[in-house]
């Protein structure tokens, strides 16, 4: 029996990088899940490749094509997936939008947006179903943030905002919800190879793409697999890659010092031409 066997795991986000990766994973553990996700066909494509993986029988998967950010809608659409499928053993916030640009580049509108998804989104997805999940006896939250939402990184001031929101709310959900039998975690990792990084990479300045090589790019396999182990230790923030722990204790150990470098390799790239 795999400590994820017979669990109901909901995952927003759940059609790609690091949401499918943790599904993948948990399909030969014999979890159930429930995926959401905006794209109903990018959804019908996990659907039909999480069901020819499957390890366990009466495995159940089931898809939810829904918006995070639409807030007039998804507490409802929340409550009908809990009826319909089962009320969450875990969560996994895993619905993100991504956005590289410097401060004064970036406009509220693109703010507002990456804000709506990786904040708001997070929130009333997880304020429909704690009721439940209390109901049901407690479970497990985990809330993706980033690298970037522990350390203050060039041409992230939208994206990196919204992640240091996360964080915040991550701490206040953790210390709330404990009494109720509800563990809330962080998933923080570094720069992913997923569909979101790849179209960042089209606009991403010389200085962003030195600055992001420093703590590492890891595979989403990887960083689910870390997630995973990381739900079963009870781990508050879980951090994927050894580079990337390093620059996160750099940065929390040694603040001046890790500003000072990040200031030089910015100063190194300024005016190179962009990488194809």
Known sequence: MD??????????????????????????????????????AKLDMALRELKARTGSP??????VSADVADTARIAE???????????PDILINGAGAGHF????????????RIFDVNVIGLQCVSRALIPLMKKKGGGIIVNVSSLAGLIGMYGYS???GSKYAVVGMSEAMRAELRESNIRVQLLCPPEIDTPMVREERKS???????????????????????LLRGIRRGSFIIIPGFMARTTYRLSRHFPRFSRMVSDLVVKMNRGKTKAA
């Open 3 to 40: 400590y994820f066997t017979g669990k109901t795991v909901y995952i927003t986000g759940g059609s790609s990088g690091i949401g499918l990766a943790t599904a993948r994973e948990l399909s030969g553990r014999g979890a159930h899940m429930v995926l959401i996700a905006r794209d109903a």
């Open 58 to 63: 009466g495995q159940k998967i089931a898809t």
């Open 77 to 87: 659409i929340m409550e009908k997936a809990a009826r319909d499928h089962g009320i």
């Open 101 to 112: 640009g410097t401060f004064e580049e970036t406009d509220p509108a693109t703010v507002r």
């Open 158 to 160: 939208a994206y990196g």
């Open 204 to 226: 991403i300045t010389p200085e962003g793409l030195a600055l992001k090589k420093m703590a590492g790019q890891l595979t989403a396999d990887v960083a689910a697999r870390a």
